[in-house]
């Protein structure tokens, strides 16, 4: 499952923080290295969520036209559309 871009800089700030308190090298350099690596997520979910909402947007305006070829529509087909 995808996480979003929020949740994600969430979780980047807490590695960060913990890298940052953590006493240990060890500890430093694994929060670390899971900040950057949240980091990196957080980028992909902002494209995919940009992307999502360029294709709901494309997905709405098609709808829009279908409706509207719709209503024009006659059932009768020797009258053709109506006006």
Known sequence: ???S???C???QALQRDRA???ELANTRI???RAADAWGREALLAERL???RAVHLTLLQ???SRQEERD???SENPDRGYTT
Do not use: G, H, L
């Open 1 to 3: 499952m995808a996480q």
């Open 9 to 11: 800089r969430i979780q």
């Open 5 to 7: 871009a929020a949740f």
């Open 71 to 73: 209503r024009q529509f």
């Open 49 to 51: 969520e940009t992307k």
């Open 20 to 22: 940052v308190t953590a």
């Open 30 to 32: 694994v929060a670390t």
């Open 61 to 63: 305006a098609n709808a």
